[in-house]
């Protein structure tokens, strides 16, 4: 590789501020926070709303829009029934 024009790509820590999960993996990104990770490292922090622990796609508590109370055979009953002049 050419010196000088990539980024730092090291190893972050990113963690999910919804339940405290956290995670390691190699990023090019500048976090201002560091943390001590278990095992000494002194490793950059990067903080996230959500990951895949705490997202409902993932968790499988995302809801269905066909099985939420019918809406979608509603909608259609309602208007699905145009006729064409």
Do not use: W
């Amino acid at each position: 590789m050419k010196e000088g024009i990539h980024p730092e790509y090291l190893e972050v820590c990113f963690v999910d501020l919804s339940n405290g999960f956290k995670f390691v993996t190699r990023s090019c990104l500048n976090a201002k926070e560091t943390v001590k990770m278990d095992d000494g490292r002194e490793l950059p922090l990067y903080k996230l709303d959500t990951s895949s622990e705490s997202h409902p796609f993932y968790t499988g508590t995302q809801k269905s829009v066909d099985t939420m109370g019918g809406r979608v055979e509603r909608f259609r009953n309602k208007y699905g029934k145009t006729a064409a002049k």
